[in-house]
């Protein structure tokens, strides 16, 4: 196989060095604080949609996300809807709840990615993709009501983004390189010294964010690893593997993935070790119901 040349401005660092730019690179507020004020309203046992609807109109981004998705072809609807209240009514508190945390982290996430070349609306794509994903796969094990299996999921690539902040020229020649023959982390090891999943959990940790976030992007390739979260990091390495084999959205990671692969990943033996467990096709059902849905409703959140 003929080598591609190196360029000669991405030469790999030492970790002194990522440290270092990794001490440069701005924080995501709005991952330590996602809409506290939204969700703190959401989860109250009596939910007034005249109420969520005022705190939504606050934040005029999210109320063209919130209106854009609605009047998406995945929910159908044949008159559009341009009242708050009425989206509001038809999307229903978890898609809300879930949309208010996606939409300052993406606006987070786009001030990072202003100085690489890469086809970011269609990561945005793949980091919810993989964030609704990640959802289906724990609730169709297990019942689960809070949204840390959603956050782990929305934010296990982050290291891609750290990548293109901190080492734009790394990052431009390990796409350049990235032509599907090989795995993209092996890659980055060899053209920074790193690989995104674990520049993105040096990120988390430095900016003093929840051991679920930095352990969904440091072991969400291998979740066996982990020794906290294994079930949750599971489900993340499940679902980000589901998104790519579907080619929904990009990730940059060219590699095929075939669905017998996803389903025969180490996650699987984690979540579900009996493998003639009936809940395997149960879940599996749910999943491929969600992902036929899951392009249209993202075309509608970015």
Not at 98 to 111: G, K, N, S, Y
Request: proline share 5%; net charge negative; with cysteine.
């Amino acid at each position: 196989m003929t080598q591609i040349p190196k360029s000669t401005l991405a030469v790999p660092v030492g970790r002194k060095e990522i440290m270092m730019q990794l001490s440069r690179c701005p924080s995501l507020p709005s991952l330590a604080s996602i809409n506290k004020a939204l969700q703190g309203l959401l989860i109250v046992e009596q939910r007034y949609t005249a109420q969520i609807a005022e705190i939504i109109r606050r934040d005029p981004s999210l109320t063209s996300r919130l209106l854009r998705l609605v009047n998406s072809v995945y929910y159908g609807l044949s008159t559009p809807v341009n009242s708050i209240e009425e989206a509001v009514f038809y999307l229903g508190v978890r898609q809300i709840r879930q949309l208010a945390m996606v939409t300052p982290v993406i606006e987070d996430f786009q001030r990072l990615t202003r100085q690489c070349d890469f086809p970011w609306r269609e990561f945005w794509q793949h980091c919810i993709g993989t964030a609704i994903l990640t959802r289906e796969v724990t609730s169709s094990i297990s019942a689960q009501s809070e949204d840390a299996d959603y956050v782990a999921g929305l934010v296990h690539d982050v290291g891609k983004i750290v990548m293109a902040w901190t080492f734009p020229d790394h990052f431009t020649e390990i796409h350049r390189q990235a032509n599907g023959t090989r795995e993209l982390i092996e890659i980055e090891t060899e053209i920074l010294g790193i690989d995104h999943a674990e520049l993105g959990a040096l990120y988390l940790e430095r900016h003093h964010l929840p051991e679920l976030m930095v352990n969904s992007s440091r072991y969400h390739h291998q979740p066996e690893k982990a020794v906290q979260f294994p079930q949750t990091i599971a489900a993340v390495q499940i679902a980000d593997l589901l998104v790519r084999s579907e080619k929904i959205g990009f990730s940059g990671n060219l590699c095929p993935v075939t669905r017998d692969e996803c389903f025969a990943a180490s996650g699987w033996k984690l979540l579900l070790p009996d493998v003639q467990a009936p809940e395997h096709n149960i879940a599996r059902a749910s999943l491929n119901r969600t992902l036929e849905d899951l392009p249209q409703m993202l075309e509608g959140l970015v």
